[in-house]
Each structure stands twice: as C-alpha cells, then as structure tokens.
C-alpha cells in the first residue's frame, strides 16, 4: 500500500479548500490503494476530524508556526517579538519551529510516506527533500513583489523561497502565463523552472448533486446584486467586515442591493434588511416577497454560492487567490479587491490591469467602483469571457495526474 502525506497549512482557508479538492479526485487517478495522512492544527486539524471521523488515526496536529493577528491581518511587531517571546499563547518561535519539526520528523519516520503533498508547509518540505522523498510544493507565492511600506520582509522571503525550491515539484495552484492570477507573487529564477508546474486552478465551484432550491437561491432570483464575501482567518475577515460596514454607510451604496457571506457556521448570523430597514429571516422574506437590500448569510452551501454566484453582477473581495479563481476565472464575473496583503494587491491589480476588476484601497474608491463597473458592465463582460475561456479549473485533477506519475517512476 503507499502510503502519502498532506501537509496543510493552517493560516486562512485556501490551503484546506485545495488539498479537500484534491483529496475527492486523487482516488480517479492512484491506481494502486494507498494511504492518506493528513497534518495541520487550529480550525483547519478540527475540520480534518469533522471530514474524516473513520481516519482519526490517520489525521495528525502539527503545531506549525503561524502569524500573529493583528488589526489587519497578521502583526509584522507581534510576530517579530515572538521570535523570542511567548505572545498571544504562542511559545516563543524558536520553540515551536523546533518542537513541531521533531514532531513532524517523527512521523516520516513512523509512516515512511511514498511521497508528500505540502500546501504552505515548509517544514515537511525540508524534510521530504533530506529524506529523499518526493515532494510537491502546491503554492500560489514563491517572491511577491513587495510594496514600499513592506521592504523589511524581503530577507524572509528570500529564505522561504529557497525551502520551496528544495521540492521535487512545485505545483502552482493557477492557469499558465499569460493567465496566471498571481504572476506577480511568483518571480521563479531561472534555475528551478524545471520543477514548475501550472497545474490550473483547484475549482471548488463544482456542484454536481443539485438539491432542491433553498428559500435562499428563490429570493435572490432575477434580482441585481453584489456579493460581498468575507474569508480568511479572523483578523482578516474583521478588518474586510469594518471596511464593508464604511461602504455600506456611504450615501451612494444606501439603496444598493447585496449579499454578504461571513464564513462562518453560524445560523444567527442568517437576517435579510428589508427596505423599510426592518430585519427578517430568510424565509420570511422569501414569504412576503420582500423588497430587501442587504442579506447576511453565516454560512452559503456549496450550491448556494454557486448560485450566489451565477445571479451577482459582480463580487467583492479582499483578493484571496482561491476566491479570484472562483470569481473572474470559473465565472466570469467583475471583482472589486479591497487588498489586505501584499499577496491580494499583487493580485487584484494584476486583473485591473486586464479589465478583470477594480482595486479600491478605501471607501470612495469602492462607491466608485462598483459605479464603474455597473455603468460599464458590457465592457468588462467582454474582458471575462475572453479571459475566462483560457482559464483552467482542473488544478486538482492535473495535480493528482502528476502525483500518479511520480509514484510510477
């Protein structure tokens, strides 16, 4: 039996999605049976319990290093400090990068993996590499461009780009160039281009087993909306949710119709704002027949945003690489980014730049975005068909193909 190894990690949503992507594929492609182990911690290790109840004994917590939050997303100071001091409940790092690589080291011993897929997790990679073992990096970042106010972390990642390099295969998890989303986050030199593969993107907007119609996807039928979607960990949600609830506010946006998902599974959060600015649940609305203006949804099934997103005009965003794919490639719908990271402003100007969508750093540049692409729609539909024909959403299947090679040879 083979036996393999996904390292997942835990910062944000994005790696979780595309490794549970792959997973649902890889069986189609690996001839012969094998054995998946699974490594994370935090959120990400309780949904791997949750999926998988029958393979808790394949599912291991690994204490990998993590940012610390900070007002927007992760803390440069705090998460300098904790280099050598405990922060937040967070041992100092030195103890926790040396604690979760014997951890780690343990279990390639145990388990003596055929091979290992690492999504973000440069420690497995380093060890993979030092046990002859072959490795696939799955990344859609190796050398972001920085912005001037961020030159300080240019030494790190020159560093972690050459724990990246150290992989048999780097998967890059987006279409080939001219197409690729995160050209700007990557640079690869010359001297690694052998080991890059453009797998395509890992599509989770595939809904095979339609279910009948929620009270949710009848109300917002034959309706002009936004869709304006929170992801990532909590200090990135809560930045994008204040910068949301600035817009909303704005004299412009008071009468524009909208649906907010806040990535959490939580019905409470579940309201529909009437146009009387009287709060309803989703089913009475639907009931009523309620001319609403703003939808708060906790949580949106997979068939849901599928729907949520074939009825929106256009999607706002904070430029995560998953979500973009989704939204302009999948799609083909208009995007406006309110950029967090370095990563998400690499990215959302990259699609400005092909009329893709619109970067909006703050509230007057987001009213006049989404003007802007309502009042040019036709143009900026042209753009996304065009692009999106050329787009490739079978990342996941293309990357299992690879795995099943390189366990052949």
């Not at 240019?154 to 890059?172: D, E, F, G, R």
């Not at 095979?208 to 979607?229: C, S």
Request: with cysteine; glycine share 6%.
């Amino acid at each position: 039996m083979k036996k393999l190894g996904q390292f997942i990690y835990p910062w944000g949503n994005g790696h979780y999605s595309r490794m549970m992507a792959l997973d649902r594929v890889l069986p189609e492609y690996i001839k012969d049976e094998f054995e998946m182990h699974y490594c994370s911690k935090g959120e990400i290790y309780k949904k791997l319990l949750q999926k998988f109840p029958q393979k808790k004994q394949q599912i291991h917590e690994m204490l990998m290093p993590t940012p610390i939050d900070g007002n927007r997303g992760p803390s440069a100071i705090l998460s300098m400090l904790n280099f050598l001091l405990p922060i937040a409940g967070n041992p100092p790092l030195l103890f926790q990068i040396s604690d979760y690589l014997k951890k780690e080291a343990n279990l390639y011993n145990s388990q003596r993996f055929d091979l290992v897929i690492n999504d973000g997790d440069m420690g497995s990679n380093i060890l993979a590499e030092k046990r002859g073992i072959n490795s696939i990096f799955v990344t859609n970042q190796f050398r972001p461009k920085l912005w001037k106010s961020h030159f300080f972390f240019y030494p790190s990642l020159i560093y972690i780009s050459k724990q990246i390099a150290k992989a048999t295969k780097i998967v890059v998890a987006d279409s080939p160039p001219p197409n690729t989303i995160c050209e700007y986050n990557l640079n690869f030199p010359k001297k690694i281009k052998q080991k890059v593969v453009y797998a395509g993107h890992f599509s989770n907007v595939k809904v095979t087993n339609h279910k009948p119609k929620t009270d949710l996807e009848k109300l917002i039928e034959n309706t002009d909306f936004g869709y304006w979607m929170k992801t990532g960990n909590r200090s990135t949600k809560e930045f994008t949710g204040k910068k949301y609830e600035e817009a909303f506010h704005s004299e412009e946006l008071k009468k524009q119709k909208r649906l907010v998902s806040h990535a959490q599974k939580d019905s409470t959060i579940d309201k529909v704002k009437g146009i009387d600015g009287k709060t309803y649940s989703i089913s009475d609305a639907l009931e009523h027949s309620l001319d609403w203006i703003q939808i708060d949804v906790g949580f949106l099934s997979e068939q849901e945003k599928d729907t949520v997103l074939n009825h929106c005009n256009y999607a706002v965003i904070n430029g995560s690489h998953t979500a973009m794919g989704e939204i302009i490639g999948a799609k083909a719908k208009p995007i406006i980014g309110i950029p967090v990271y370095d990563e998400h402003t690499n990215q959302i100007k990259w699609a400005e730049e092909r009329k893709l969508g619109i970067l909006a750093d703050n509230t007057k540049q987001v009213v006049q975005a989404v003007f802007e692409i309502q009042n040019n729609y036709n143009k900026y539909e042209e753009q996304l068909i065009e692009f999106s024909r050329s787009f490739d959403v079978n990342g996941a299947e293309n990357t299992a193909e690879l795995i099943s090679e390189m366990l052949e040879d």
